[in-house]
């Protein structure tokens, strides 16, 4: 089991905003979901933000990502708690036009 590199961490940070504590939770999660070890599971991560991880990754990491069933375009917990987050809040009410008296 190999290490992440601390660079691809801090390249996902300063793309999502999130805290690092955020980005390895994350990390665990898909990890979790998709049975890779740590260091490809930040490299999703990273893909799925629209990093480039060819700089990262090895080949032998690349070819894993490859073989996943996995489509960009899923949501991502980071997005889904980002989107339900401007869901809460309420409409604004829009202002009318008023003849003068």
């Not at 660079?7 to 979901?33: E, Q």
């Not at 990273?46 to 490859?66: C, D, F, H, P, V």
Request: hydrophobic share 30%; charged share 35%; net charge positive.
């Amino acid at each position: 089991m190999g290490q992440i590199d601390p660079k691809l961490i801090d390249a996902i940070k300063n793309k999502t905003k999130k805290s690092k504590r955020s980005i390895y939770r994350w990390v665990a999660d898909k990890g979790n979901k998709h049975f890779l070890e740590k260091p490809e599971a930040a490299l999703l991560v990273a893909r799925e933000k629209g990093l480039n991880i060819s700089k990262y990754a090895s080949q032998e990491q690349l070819q894993t990502l490859r073989d996943l069933p996995i489509s960009l375009s899923q949501t991502s917990p980071l997005l889904e708690e980002t989107t339900a987050n401007e869901s809460n809040k309420k409409p604004r009410r829009k202002k009318t036009l008023r003849s003068p008296l």
